[in-house]
């Protein structure tokens, strides 16, 4: 009886016989897991496998509809446990948009800044003591989230988890979008959250990205808990087969819809044309005398650590950066400014982009976005004929998402979003293809299959790309030229 009563009181939190329910979608039915105080667990798994689901089912935000969770002790209640994903990611972008359009509105411009998102002045700073000399959060404090890194954003939304002193702390993707130093350098702040005691779990699509520390391996596959344990037993190679990859071939291309106004449109040999760029926000400089040039049928890589302004650079290039008027910018043979509207611009461009995919948040179908990169609108608003979406069939069946045409975008997971972007971005054949960080999110067969995609689209169409990646290992040999952007700004 001694025994029993001794491991009770080591058990955190278990799940016994669940079953769990997103909208109208039943999700990893029959799921045993008990997690135990000190223990360290990755979740690993397919895209769409409810990885995060389970995940977020520990912080009681997702429905349960046929066993149960337990919470053993008082420190495993739900406000004992701190959260980072994806979707938090996108909620403080959107509050900072809010914020600024509503200070621009006023005629009051400003933007929100890191202390004001945590709710945290320097004059109370002291309460980030503990927390400062594992993620630095100090000098950033009385910066605009605007103007900050993607590691740096991962570093201050970690330290606002912690601001609750959880026991349990969930990472969901956080090395996501950011530089090999960047991935050090929150390693080591994980690791000592660890050493300190707070209990992490990280959900993750790398097996590199389980960190020295994890004890345990929780695998998902096939909508079902495949594998649980420690980490030595679970990351053994016979058990990781399933993992290996899958010599993925090069898929089909789907042939383009000829359209008249292709022969109407002069074809510039220079697609993007920047002379002595420069784009600061506030005191931050963020590009500074950038001079370079896109030739058609050129495909290029930009690379840099994070904060070196390559989002900028794309962002002057698809216009979402009005600096763009401020500089000598030609696209497509014509002078930013010069009379040549936005829209017109953006007909020639396929864009997939963190920032494209946050603004989907209606329930769009999966069908009606791939569509809408017809006519570069968010949501589709305009009649397609059968042809239209025949192309789309395709594309979605190229990138293995046709089954998945009828769902609303914003139930699927942050992975299989991605996919369907770079079917939108395609559609309508570009000259120009932009894809930042479009392996983001995607699990190994995925990132093999959109790599093998990416390689028939340089070597095989007329599109030209440009890439960015944090992973040298994913420049495909179709990319012939690498811009890399400065160090520290």
């Known amino acids: ?205 790398r097996l590199e990205e389980v960190i020295p520390g994890i004890s345990h391996v929780l695998i998902i596959r096939e909508g079902q808990i495949a594998l649980t344990g420690r980490r030595e037993q679970v990351l053994r190679p016979e058990a990781l087969q399933p993992f290996s990859g899958s010599g993925i071939s090069l898929p089909t291309l789907p042939r383009p819809i000829p359209s008249a106004s292709d022969k109407a449109v002069q074809k510039a040999d220079i697609l993007v044309d920047m002379k002595n760029v420069h784009v600061a926000f506030g005191k931050v400089t963020v590009l500074d005398r950038l001079t370079w040039s896109v030739r058609r049928g050129e495909n290029w890589a930009v690379v840099g650590p994070n904060g070196s302004g390559k989002s900028t650079l794309l962002a002057l290039i698809t216009g979402d950066n009005l600096q763009v008027y401020a500089n000598d910018v030609r696209l497509f043979g014509h002078k930013r400014g010069g009379g040549e509207s936005i829209w017109e611009i953006r007909q020639r461009i396929g864009l997939v982009s963190p920032e494209l995919q946050l603004r989907y948040r209606k329930p769009v179908s999966v069908r009606e976005v791939v569509l809408s990169g017809l006519f570069d609108s968010i949501g589709l608003y305009r009649k397609v004929s059968a042809e239209q979406k025949v192309l789309a069939s395709s594309w979605l069946a190229c990138l293995g998402m046709n089954d998945r045409s009828e769902r609303p975008f914003n139930l699927l997971s942050y992975g299989e979003k991605r996919l369907v972007l770079i079917a939108r971005a395609m559609i309508k054949s570009p000259e120009l293809l932009i894809l930042d960080e479009p392996c983001q999110g995607l699990d190994r067969s995925n990132r093999e299959m959109v790599l093998a995609l990416m390689e028939e689209i340089g070597r095989r169409s007329s599109t030209t790309m440009i890439y960015v990646t944090h992973h040298e290992r994913e420049i495909i040999p179709s990319i012939q030229h690498v811009l890399s952007l400065g160090g520290e700004r």
């Open 1 to 205: 009886m001694k025994q029993k009563r001794k491991g009770t009181e080591t058990r955190f939190i278990s799940l016994k016989d669940v079953t769990f329910r997103k909208r109208d979608v039943l999700l990893l039915p029959g799921t045993f897991w008990e997690i135990r105080t000190g223990q360290n667990w990755a979740i690993l798994g397919e895209n769409g496998s409810g990885k995060s689901v389970l995940a977020r089912s520990l912080k009681g935000d997702v429905p349960i509809v046929r066993g149960e969770l337990i919470r053993h002790v008082p420190e495993a209640a739900v406000e004992g446990i701190g959260y980072l994903s994806f979707e938090l990611l996108e909620e403080i972008l959107l509050r900072e948009d809010r914020f600024e359009d509503a200070h621009a509105f006023s005629g009051w411009g400003r933007t929100l800044t890191t202390g004001e998102m945590l709710e945290i002045g320097t004059e109370n700073g002291a309460f980030l003591d503990p927390f400062d000399d594992i993620l630095g959060i100090r000098p950033l404090l009385d910066r605009s989230i605007r103007v900050l890194s993607n590691g740096e954003i991962r570093k201050v939304l970690i330290t606002r988890a912690l601001l609750s002193r959880p026991k349990l702390l969930i990472l969901d993707e956080p090395f996501a979008g950011l530089d090999a130093a960047s991935r050090d350098s929150l390693a080591q702040a994980i690791s000592v959250l660890m050493a300190r005691g707070t209990q992490i779990i990280l959900v993750t699509q």
